[in-house]
Nanobody, 116 residues
Framework: QVQLVESGGGLVQPGGSLRLSCVTS????????MGWYRQSPSGKQRELVA????????THADSVKGRFTMSRDNAKNTIYLQMMALKPEDTAVYYC?????????WGQGTQVTVSS
């Protein structure tokens, strides 16, 4: 059974930081491309925040470049999203995604709220 479990969300003030984690099980983690997506309360679809391929190369959305950093730890089957200088517009449910030609999987999401 494949599981992706996000954690680390919460309420933070503008300018604050959070680190999200996504622990996976049931997949050969090291061969999967992984991603963080988010969906805001008014968002019609999920937005790609950051992605990392099996080789460790990352890409980040323009809206988060310089503030968010994605990484992976293949030994722990885990990905991370370090978020700094958070803004109210970063408020969303953040989802973990695992992508391979054999299948695509999603976590259940973790809420991030940026508010004073």
């Amino acid at each position: 059974q494949v599981q992706l479990v996000e954690s680390g969300g919460g309420l933070v003030q503008p300018g604050g930081s959070l680190r999200l984690s996504c622990v996976t099980s049931g997949i050969n983690f090291s061969i999967y491309a992984m991603g963080w997506y988010r969906q805001s309360p008014s968002g019609k679809q999920r937005e790609l925040v950051a992605a990392i391929n099996s080789g460790g190369s990352t890409t980040h959305a323009d809206s988060v470049k310089g503030r968010f950093t994605m990484s992976r730890d293949n030994a722990k089957n885990t990905i991370y999203l370090q978020m700094m200088a958070l803004k109210p517009e970063d408020t969303a449910v953040y989802y973990c995604n695992a992508e391979h030609y054999t299948g695509t999987y999603w976590g259940q999401g973790t809420q991030v709220t940026v508010s004073s």
